[in-house]
């Protein structure tokens, strides 16, 4: 598939695309909706309620053996890195 596919593939079907792309991560609970719009694109939950399992998710795309550090910047946004 190539990006413009995939892109239009992401305009056309939206809840389907991005479906696609969550079923890629390890979720501690199966979503049932990935995408719900309230009003328009201003209001978006993604994955409302679910939970991504981040020790399962580091084993499968990072180095098991490098240690985790969490960040936090102001309004406590976190950010999941790895260390070497």
Do not use: C
């Not at 056309?12 to 719009?37: C, G, T």
């Amino acid at each position: 598939m190539s990006f413009q596919d995939f892109y239009q593939h992401s305009i056309d079907d939206p809840n389907a695309f991005w479906a696609e792309q969550a079923k890629r991560i390890y979720w501690q609970q199966p979503f049932d909706q990935v995408l719900m719009v309230n009003r328009g694109l201003a209001d978006i939950n993604w994955v409302k309620g679910r939970d991504v399992d981040f020790t399962t998710l580091r084993q499968e795309y990072f180095d098991a053996e490098a240690p985790v550090t969490w960040l936090e910047y102001i309004y406590n946004k976190k950010l999941f890195t790895k260390t070497s």
